[in-house]
């Protein structure tokens, strides 16, 4: 258990809807990163925020949209949902965004979206 | 982002070391080098990382060399339970956000 959790594990939901995920980070990390895998796309970085602010962005789509709350606690808006979004979308979190001792990068379970 | 080069796939005998080895010859000198394995589909998991000197944990070791352009992570004594993708990544430097940039990584399969 990598101590940090999102939920749902698992959402099937229709084109052109709206769903949130969420993700708490493990104890005392600042710095939440969001990541999407899909089949014939291996893992790709979404974005990253620290201390509730955006610290860094990947390839996420406008549709997409993130943001991390005082209580560090992260949420992945995903929106207008097409059959291509569907993937398993990870959060990882770290105590900051430095290398090395102590700012492991740590990794969620995830959360299966399936758009049909 | 410094990029890397591994190779697609390797095999392994159950019980011999495996050496998976990694090439990021754009490094730079504050950029460490980060190992994860991803079983199937779950989360990432980390398995090591080192900036300069060699590393060992429970779970691997971490040779770099000197250069600092070529690494090789070592799983001493491979399980099946080992077979997974592993992932060779420099992380970002602070400034850019410490993010993980992954690659196609190694998929390592364990044979018995």
């Known amino acids: 258990d990598s101590g940090v959790t999102q939920t749902p594990k698992h959402l099937i939901t229709a084109t052109g809807q709206r769903v949130t995920l969420r993700c708490s980070p493990r104890?005392?990390?600042?710095?939440v990163y969001w990541y999407q895998q899909s089949l014939d796309q291996g893992l790709q970085f979404l974005i990253q925020y620290y201390n509730g602010e955006e610290r860094a962005k990947g390839n996420i789509l406008e549709r997409f949209s993130a943001q991390q709350f005082p209580d560090l606690h992260s949420e992945l808006n995903l929106s207008s949902l097409e059959l291509g979004d569907s993937a398993l979308y990870f959060c990882a979190s770290s105590r900051t965004g430095r290398g090395g001792s102590g700012n492991t990068i740590y990794f969620g379970e995830g959360s299966w979206l399936t758009v049909v | 982002d410094a990029k890397t080069t591994q190779p697609t796939s390797m095999d392994c005998a159950e019980g011999r070391a495996a050496n998976l080895p990694c090439n990021h010859s754009?490094?730079?000198?504050?950029?460490?080098v980060y190992w994860y394995r991803q079983i199937h589909s779950q989360g990432p998991q980390y398995i090591i990382h080192?900036?300069?000197n060699n590393e060992t944990n429970e779970m691997a070791s971490l040779i770099i060399t000197e250069d600092r352009k070529s690494s090789t992570l070592i799983l001493p004594h491979a399980t099946l339970r080992d077979t997974a993708v592993y992932y060779c990544i420099v992380r970002a430097p602070y400034n850019q956000g410490g993010k993980l940039i992954f690659g196609q990584g190694t998929e390592l399969s364990v044979k018995p």
């Open positions: 104890s005392g990390d600042l710095s």
């Open positions: 080192g900036l300069k």
């Open positions: 754009t490094i730079s000198g504050n950029e460490y």
